[in-house]
């Protein structure tokens, strides 16, 4: 079974800094997606950034960015330029080869990021 | 655009009465995925759902809950004869695409957190 793993609980950053959040995932699989959601204190899952396993370049979603590391199996979040409204749970969750019958995303447990002013 | 839609956002159930979840997808989206949050948490998968059919239920409790979503209406997560251990939000998500394909990300819904009495 594929499990996902953020060795950070907590982490903190000061307003316009750059902060990394860990991820790492053990798979058998080759074929595989990865994200990042982000929960605020309102309880939404948003989507935050996306990879394809089969894509070896990095995604980029404006101040966010990975560092995908498929033979370490890591999927670290770049935040730059921290904001005040990205302090929240962030989770890291993997999804199986696409058509192989893999449904479910397997989340880790979370960091929660706070942004200091 | 609306989002997924959930209601309630909040409910509370005393020992033994049941719960009834809903859940509309985005707009266009025909598959939806219930999810629960246990405190300090990440989110576990519970069912996958398309049209009428229960594709994956690998995730839900064997007795006591179940899913359905009809040719018509929202999706519902039904919890009978709920117990404290059920107390958690519970996530819906829906996609576009069949599970599996490119067009596949699943966007979340903003929970109903359930407290059992």
């Known amino acids: 079974a594929q499990t996902v793993t953020q060795s950070q609980p907590e982490m903190s950053v000061q307003e316009a800094e750059t902060v990394t959040l860990s991820c790492t995932y053990d798979?058998?699989?080759?074929?595989?997606?990865l994200f990042w959601y982000k929960q605020p204190p309102s309880r939404q899952m948003i989507l935050v950034i996306r990879?394809?396993?089969?894509?070896?370049q990095n995604a980029t979603e404006n101040r966010f960015s990975v560092n995908f590391q498929k033979a370490a199996k890591s999927f670290s979040l770049k935040i730059s330029d921290s904001q005040l409204g990205d302090a929240a749970m962030y989770f890291c969750?993997?999804?199986?080869?696409?058509?192989?019958?893999?449904?479910?995303?397997?989340f880790g447990k979370g960091t929660k990021l706070s942004v200091i002013p | 655009n609306a989002g997924v839609m959930q209601n309630p956002r909040h409910l509370v159930r005393r020992r033994g009465q049941e719960a009834r979840l809903r859940c509309s997808p985005m707009?266009?989206?025909?598959?939806v995925y219930w999810y629960r949050q246990l405190p300090e948490e990440g989110l576990k998968f519970m069912v996958y759902?398309?049209?009428?059919?229960?594709?994956?239920e690998s995730g839900m409790p064997k007795e006591r809950f179940s899913a359905e979503f009809p040719k018509e209406g929202p999706s519902i997560l039904r919890i009978q004869q709920v117990v404290r251990g059920d107390s958690a939000a519970y996530f819906c998500?829906?996609?576009?695409?069949?599970?599996?394909?490119?067009?596949?990300?699943?966007?979340f819904g903003p929970g109903t957190r359930l407290t059992v009495l």
């Open positions: 707009k266009g989206h025909s598959h």
């Open positions: 759902l398309q049209k009428e059919n229960i594709i994956d």
């Open positions: 998500a829906s996609s576009p695409g069949a599970s599996g394909s490119s067009t596949d990300t699943q966007y």
């Open positions: 969750a993997y999804r199986g080869k696409p058509g192989a019958g893999s449904y479910q995303l397997t």
């Open positions: 798979t058998s699989e080759s074929d595989y997606y």
């Open positions: 990879q394809e396993a089969y894509k070896q």
